[in-house]
């Protein structure tokens, strides 16, 4: 069996495990409730707590992949997204990328040199239903700015114990309070 049927066959397998084990982002978003101020996120009575910058944050680049989150520990983060700029935008530079279980793979990785530019991967809990129906119709390829606030340690609590850190300082859980579209192509994931 090649590479590529086994990773298709991966993709149907965690596929058919978000489909039927997680619930879907629209009910999580219709669900929760947000108190920015103090912090505060509450998703079916439990109830997580963040500390969000004060000021708002604007990432303007290119979507090189952007797919369905689901942790069970933070069931909030709906979506991640990779948004570069510079030479990481380029797939003859960097080849293609994606997303596997919160960690960064690139397919076909072509550079003698680190590409200049920046990399990011947002992990995104929408503010609103308004704003997620305009994060749903973002696809990979396109130009877009996404504004929200980042969470400032890069923890989310849970009251009753526990939480859910960033390990990597690219990437950022990521308060979604607006997306603007710069460019109308591009391909969904």
């Known amino acids: 069996m090649d ?11 965690l596929a ?3 489909y039927f084990k997680a619930p879907s982002a629209d009910s ?3 669900t929760m409730r947000i108190d920015i101020q103090n912090g505060r996120i509450d998703y079916k009575g439990v109830k997580y707590s963040a500390q969000w910058s004060n000021e708002r944050v604007h990432h303007l680049g290119d979507v090189r992949y952007i797919g369905r989150a689901y942790n069970k520990y933070v069931p909030c983060i709906t979506n991640d997204a990779i948004v570069t700029t510079g030479e990481f935008s380029d797939p003859s530079i960097t080849g ?3 997303l596997i279980n919160g960690s960064i793979k690139w397919v076909r ?4 040199k680190y590409p200049e530019g920046t990399l990011v991967v947002l992990h995104f809990i929408p503010a609103d239903v308004l704003v997620y129906n305009k994060l749903k119709r973002v696809k990979r390829g396109q130009r877009v700015e996404f ?5 400032v340690d ?3 609590y849970a009251f009753h114990g526990g939480s859910n850190e960033l390990l990597h300082d690219n990437h950022r859980f990521f308060l979604l309070e607006d997306v603007r579209y710069e460019g109308l192509s591009g391909t969904p994931d």
């Open 96 to 98: 293609e990328v994606q």
């Open 28 to 30: 999580i978003v219709r």
């Open 109 to 112: 990785w072509r550079v003698d």
């Open 16 to 18: 058919a495990y978000f």
């Open 3 to 13: 590479t590529k049927k086994i990773l298709l066959f991966a993709g149907v397998v």
């Open 147 to 151: 504004i929200g606030r980042e969470e």
């Open 154 to 156: 890069s923890k989310i």
